[in-house]
């Protein structure tokens, strides 16, 4: 399950710097949500943030779970 979360907060986190990257440094954002969502800027960074530190949390449990065994 762990590895799951850790690969969704990779994803969404991903998603979220794209779609800043691209808005930033483009005329639109990058990635897939602007296909399907009018996702605008701010929505993108709350992404990325909760993304990665999703994504880190489950790679840290994963961590103490290898080492308590």
Same mark, same amino acid.
């Given at each position: 399950?762990? +590895? ?7 994803? !969404? ?6 779609? @800043? ?6 005329? +639109? ?11 605008? !800027?701010?929505?993108? @960074? @709350?992404?990325?943030?909760?993304? !990665? ?5 489950? +790679? ?10």
């Amino acid at each position: 399950m762990r +590895e799951i979360i850790a690969i969704v907060g990779w994803v !969404t986190g991903i998603q979220g710097a794209l779609g @800043v990257a691209g808005r930033v440094f483009g005329d +639109e954002p990058w990635g897939m949500l602007h296909n399907w969502w009018d996702v605008p !800027t701010p929505l993108y @960074v @709350v992404l990325f943030l909760a993304g !990665t530190g999703l994504a880190f949390y489950a +790679e840290d449990a994963k961590r103490r779970q290898r080492a308590r065994a």
